[in-house]
């Protein structure tokens, strides 16, 4: 009973992928916020589910836009919001 619960947890965690965006320059951290906007409103709008969508800075000059999905949105949100990458979440 225990390992089926594990197994059922395992599995829904590797359903979650964070798709990035990054931005390079003086303004990333600006245009990283602006396109979480974006982001939030694509979602709303096409009645995409997502768990997170935030920023991560990695230096002054280097930030990252990011959402979190299920893994079955990841096939049209590659096709139409073209990530950078992704990685499990």
């Known amino acids: 009973m225990v390992r089926t619960s594990v197994l059922c947890l ?3 965690i590797m359903k979650k992928i964070k798709m990035l965006w990054d931005f390079r320059g003086s303004d990333a951290l600006k245009t990283a916020e602006h396109q979480c906007d974006h982001l939030k409103d694509f979602f709303i709008k096409d009645k ?3 768990h997170q969508i935030e920023i991560e800075k990695h230096s002054d000059l280097f ?3 990011f959402a979190v999905v299920d893994e079955e949105y ?5 096709k139409t919001l073209k990530p950078n990458r992704g990685q499990l979440a």
């Open 48 to 50: 995409i589910e997502f």
């Open 63 to 65: 930030v990252s836009a």
């Open 10 to 12: 395992f599995i829904e």
């Open 74 to 78: 990841v096939e049209i949100l590659r």
